[in-house]
């Protein structure tokens, strides 16, 4: 044989053999793994958004698989890196949907970010400004801080008069930005003199999604873009709270005192979901019914791989039930 | 002498030389020096906020030393990263400062936009949606392009309804940003839209400065925060424009017929100014009198060092004049 007909060869059988493996390494869900999985876990952490919801539809066959789940006494948990709602309004965006949910079962990154001043043990005294939704102040004084910023600053414009001066709170030492459909100007240059001219301010960021799930046709601009805006002005990088960052799985784990090796983390999207799942050395199955398709998950540039992937969280009730 | 203390005695001696080295590189403006540089080049290229204007007050001395500078014969450019104002807008700023200067002579990274696309040959059948300016859509349409965003969406907001669908303009083929005191998510929106969904739509940016000079007494976010958010939605790196891109500089040769290494480029910031004259192999001036203190320019974590620096313009009219 030529030598470069051999060597074209080889190639194509590393690529073969590379191929076997990636596929190898993902598992989609059928009936034997499903019981394994639901036999080697304590605990699943769902994402909402793509995963239990779409905008405001319920996937189908979520409630029953819900139900299922705590049947055979599996803990749930339901994490969200959407920061515009509090726990007790995601507690009732899940009744309106049918799903009775408690507030303790609910991690979104609001409460994430309140956690995290909590943690590092974040002066009272001091107030924090926020760059988002109304889920973030309330979870922020609902841990006894003094928040402002958010929607009250929706409608502020900046006085581009002769010389202007922005006045801002000195006392501010922490920023918080996370999803905003009402960014401004405004709201851009107080947190950036906040986090530029404030010593020491800190500067956290709910979560980095590029996009997010407002409605289920198209994927509009998500906190990603707003953190970036921060980022962009005053040059520094954000302490990230939501999913990809450990931050909230160390967290439960501190509550639930469940160990992440038993616990399978449920998520349609790689770079967020299954990358914290992983991270924290949870299993992880991934739902195609979100924002990852087949082709994105089986592309040669993805190098994140679930342990498990199936089209949608009721296939467990199919594989599982009676 | 025991081998601790020597590591230390050479580590200082390093440290000495380096410092040396450092110093001996950047030169303070003199009589000698001044003169020197006047006969070495045959253009000064200015860059305008903190250099030769402050806000709306020109900086002490300019005047004259434009006028030195033009009686001795050199050619003069204005660089400009703000896009906010076209040509023709900043020749009516520059007049109402009392120095006159003619369109060709400004280069904004406004019209840089417009002359990127031009360079690209971007088919004038297709639309360009501009986050940013009135300066941007000017130079967009003086060059033959159909623009619309920019200004006439300062106010427009995003319907937050029941599954909301936000309509774009599917024959989009570049988005422009720069900076926008108006930025808003509609805006963020509709880029987010045309770059991610319009099969080959160019992200170009005018610029991408952290903080701009909107007044003397505080710095506010500038284009680097509006371009940060559409990365930040779009995971996509934009086309950069203005400096410290040399895409202007390439036009200004193509232009002046001037060897780079004949001109001297005359800036207040390090990371555009300096740093766009030295890739471009320009000789350079820092001045003073803008962002960078002398502090900033001898901090250690400091790489870029122009081959001169002074307080401030005029300074060359004391050095050089009679």
Request: include cysteine; charge should be positive; charged fraction near 25%.
């Amino acid at each position: 044989m030529p030598p470069l007909l051999k060597k074209k060869k080889k190639k194509k059988k590393r690529k073969r053999q590379r191929k076997e493996m990636r596929s190898g390494d993902i598992q989609v869900l059928d009936g034997g793994n499903a019981s394994r999985l639901l036999h080697s876990v304590d605990a699943f952490v769902f994402d909402c958004d793509g995963v239990i919801w779409k905008g405001n539809e319920l996937i189908d066959g979520v409630s029953d698989t819900l139900h299922l789940l705590r049947s055979q006494g599996k803990k749930l948990v339901f994490v969200t890196n959407n920061s515009t709602k509090s726990r007790t309004q995601y507690a009732s965006k899940f009744l309106s949907l049918g799903i009775s949910v408690s507030q303790d079962e609910i991690f979104s990154s609001s409460f994430a970010a309140a956690m995290y001043l909590k943690s590092v043990q974040y002066p009272p005294d001091k107030k924090v400004y926020v760059v988002g939704g109304e889920g973030i102040l309330e979870e922020l004084h609902l841990a006894g801080f003094t928040a402002f910023g958010g929607p009250e600053d929706a409608h502020k414009t900046i006085q581009l008069k002769e010389n202007p001066f922005f006045h801002h709170d000195n006392d501010v030492g922490a920023v918080v930005v996370g999803l905003d459909p009402y960014i401004n100007f405004y709201k851009l240059q107080y947190a950036t003199l906040c986090i530029r001219e404030n010593p020491g301010c800190l500067f956290v960021a709910t979560n980095r999604d590029a996009v997010g799930h407002m409605t289920n046709l198209q994927e509009w601009p998500g906190a990603g873009c707003m953190v970036a805006a921060v980022c962009g002005s005053t040059q520094k990088e954000p302490i990230v709270v939501g999913k990809p960052s450990t931050f909230m799985m160390d967290f439960l784990l501190k509550k639930f005192r469940i160990d992440t090796s038993r616990m399978c983390m449920v998520g349609d999207r790689l770079d967020t979901d299954i990358l914290f799942g992983q991270s924290a050395g949870c299993k992880t199955l991934l739902v195609l019914s979100g924002v990852t398709t087949l082709s994105i998950l089986q592309d040669s540039a993805n190098n994140i791989l679930p342990d498990y992937y199936t089209d949608k969280v009721s296939d467990l009730l199919q594989l599982l039930g009676p």
